[in-house]
């Protein structure tokens, strides 16, 4: 069985993983290079991006620890993504990084005081079944490694064209 300590040394391993590309960067490197060509997404934007999705684990974690009927927050990605890189438009990717942070030791805390059983009691949303180690760390684990590996083929290619 997962422990509440194995789950947050996953989330530390990932936030870990993930942050260290964004140390270093400058400002302009952040805020200006395309890391998506797709979509057009600056590491900026990924920032935020990510700011979003803990503002959505702030939102429905705490009701998880506190009951097994709840209703989680619907989930609109696009919305999401879009209020989240809105909202932090013009502030330093700095403040970015420090906010990012700050979120994320709120949602260490909050696993903190969970015990074993919080982490895998089940609970259903529209026919699902999840707990909060599938929904809320594995997911959100999973999400910072892909950003990472994201971040990581972006830097390699950053350093083949000689870009600091």
Do not use: C
């Not at 069985?1 to 990932?14: F, N, P």
Request: a negative charge.
């Amino acid at each position: 069985m997962d422990t509440v300590a194995e789950a947050i040394s996953d989330l530390t391993y990932a936030f870990d993983a993930l942050t260290r590309y964004f140390r270093g960067l400058s400002e302009a490197g952040l805020s200006h290079e395309v890391v998506e060509a797709a979509t057009g997404r600056t590491a900026r934007d990924i920032l935020a991006h990510l700011i979003g999705w803990e503002d959505y684990v702030l939102d429905a974690l705490p009701a998880m620890l506190t009951s097994i009927d709840i209703d989680l927050p619907p989930v609109d990605a696009e919305a999401r993504d879009r209020q989240a890189t809105d909202n932090r438009r013009g502030r330093p990717s700095t403040a970015l990084l420090e906010e990012f942070e700050a979120k994320h030791r709120q949602i260490l805390r909050l696993l903190q005081q969970a015990s074993p059983q919080d982490l895998t009691v089940r609970r259903t949303r529209r026919g699902q079944i999840f707990t909060i180690k599938s929904y809320i760390v594995d997911i959100l684990k999973e999400h910072l490694l892909e950003h990472s590996e994201q971040l990581k083929l972006w830097q390699a290619n950053r350093k083949g064209r000689n870009l600091s």
